[in-house]
């Protein structure tokens, strides 16, 4: 008999909870993430039989196994069943040399899967209460979208996303402002941390925590990690449908707040074979550094064209610390780092659309240099691809000498009405908005 799975804090200082808990909570109460313990793991059969199972049926058999009880594992199966109802394909550059796509979601980025799975999540472990979740995103701009998507016409769920007025993209506002139902977008006039200290304000509100049932859904939670160990097994699904699929490949991961390689992390703990992991980043290069020089330094972000990569102080360093025992050289023997310019990023655009004719945005190149710069060559590759290029076209145009082919969702949504409504900096504008708009 196996002993339970719980969700315990990453500094070890707050009870262990069930998932269920763990994705009520977002952060543990001691400020540490949740991790499962042990890490679930899937028998032999399952890694023999993988060769074209989907991504739902996969997704199935790794959610079942985060569950406390049986409830909880029968209900995460099932929200893992119906979450992801789009695919992350295998896409061939060379023998060696593969791209994982994971923007065929809702907003055509990598976000989708651990929002459309929190979501759902949340609709069916956090069922059985009266008053509709109010979940509050403060967002710069993809995260607010995808989870927007991901709530959307879901039961029991409202939320409400603030964004800096002016400081998002065209694209990536109506993406947010245009769904109205469940999902209310507030246009704030300020700068994104003014949204943050709202929706911090907003916790720490104990008048209206007793009148409101709040929640965020910001990267750290269990919910939206978990999913993303989806998409690596179903690149190793479609590897083995493949004739030079013997070894298993190196997964190269373009990373900010190191969510997606974390969950990669956690896939080979549950037994996914794999040649190891490249971490790929920006200028903003603390992991890539911490793997050299076995010191930690977190730095203010710098600006970069790859920006959802723009983070100093990734939080989920936390979670890959507490995966290699803390010890730098398991670290080092479960990752590698590399760094790139903004120069060689569109460089790169430019080089891997002649070669291939492949168009890869800024944030996918940045992890095509780390394929080519990791030592032996000759092991196969899969570069996870995190957003669709056509959301970059203004890096990625000049690149290729050519308008990127803008997809139907994508241009359907420019067409969109904005709904959004304007609001102060002001705590108390803020804290009547959110009242009326519950029940
Ligand atoms: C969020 C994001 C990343 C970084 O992912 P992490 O899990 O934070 O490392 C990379 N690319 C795109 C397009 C993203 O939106």
Known sequence: MNRPI???????????????EAMQRGLAPDGGLYMPDPIPTLPRSFWNGLAGASISEIGAAIATGFGSDAEESQKLEQVARTAIDFDAPLVRLSDTLYVLELFHGPTLAFKDFGARFMARAFAELDSGEDQDLLILVATSGDTGSAVAHGFYNVPGTRVCLLYPSG???PLQEKQMATLGGNITALEVDGAFDDCQTLVKKAFSDAELRNELRLSSANSINIARLLPQSFYYVRALAQWMELDEHIYPPRFVVPSGN?????AGL?????????????????ANEVVPDYLKSGIFTPRASVETLSNAMDVGNPSNFERMLHLFEHSVDQFRTGVTGVSFSDEETVEKISEIYQTYGYIADPHTAVGLLAAERASTP????VVLSTAHPAKFGDVVSP????????PARLAECMNREKQSTRISTEYSEFRDRIRSMSN
């Open 6 to 20: 719980r969700m315990i804090s990453t500094r070890g200082e707050s009870p262990a909870v069930s998932f269920t």
């Open 399 to 406: 690149a290729i000498g050519q308008e990127v082919p803008v």
């Open 266 to 282: 956690m896939a080979a703990r549950m037994g996914m074979p794999t040649a190891g992991f490249v971490a790929a980043t920006n």
């Open 167 to 169: 400081r998002v993209s």
């Open 258 to 262: 190191f969510g997606n390689l974390t």
């Open 378 to 381: 000759e092991t196969p590759t």
